[in-house]
């Protein structure tokens, strides 16, 4: 009962400069799971990102969306299209990037997470692109088992090591 009156009342829809505050809660969210996670590639949220999600709000080569319930914002998505010009041994068809997806970590499970990666399909298809491209942290298994139930699969790795 409690999954169906959610899905009832969410609703998706651009982005505004308006929604910093709830747009900034779910990225500290987001932030601090990535930096408890791997401090090797991520610093602590910081009020840098301010300026950070309110540049990418005004780029208007991104789709920046939100997920709300009853008016309040639950989750968050950014994609932009990108075309290889430069590298000859890749493709140059457009591809669709996505930055950021995040839902508030109280509201998982009742496809929002679903909700808005459709609509970013459809954005994408919108576009012209041909495929939609993420990243995932080795960590987020949970993540990674999500995009994997959408479809995704596995095209590369990123390793590192500390230079000692």
């Avoid at 991104?62 to 968050?76: D, P």
Wanted: glycine share 6%; charged share 30%.
């Amino acid at each position: 009962m409690c999954q169906e009156k959610h899905r009832q009342n969410l609703g998706v829809r651009r982005a505004e400069r308006s929604d910093i505050d709830a747009l900034l809660r779910l990225n500290h969210q987001l932030g601090l799971t990535h930096f408890d996670n791997a401090p090797e590639a991520f610093v602590q949220p910081s009020d840098a990102e301010k300026d950070f999600l309110l540049s990418a709000l005004d780029e208007t080569d991104r789709i920046f969306l939100v997920a709300e319930i009853a008016g309040e914002i639950v989750g968050f998505v950014t994609a932009k299209i990108t075309r290889n010009v430069s590298i000859p041994f890749l493709i140059s068809s457009p591809i669709c990037r996505v930055g950021t997806i995040v839902v508030d970590e109280a509201s998982r499970g009742y496809g929002i997470g679903r909700m808005l990666m459709s609509h970013c399909d459809d954005w994408a298809k919108g576009q012209g692109a041909e495929q939609i491209r993420l990243e995932v942290m080795s960590f987020n298994e949970d993540a990674e088992r999500f995009y994997k139930e959408l479809g995704y699969k596995d095209q590369s790795k990123t390793l590192w090591k500390p230079v000692e």
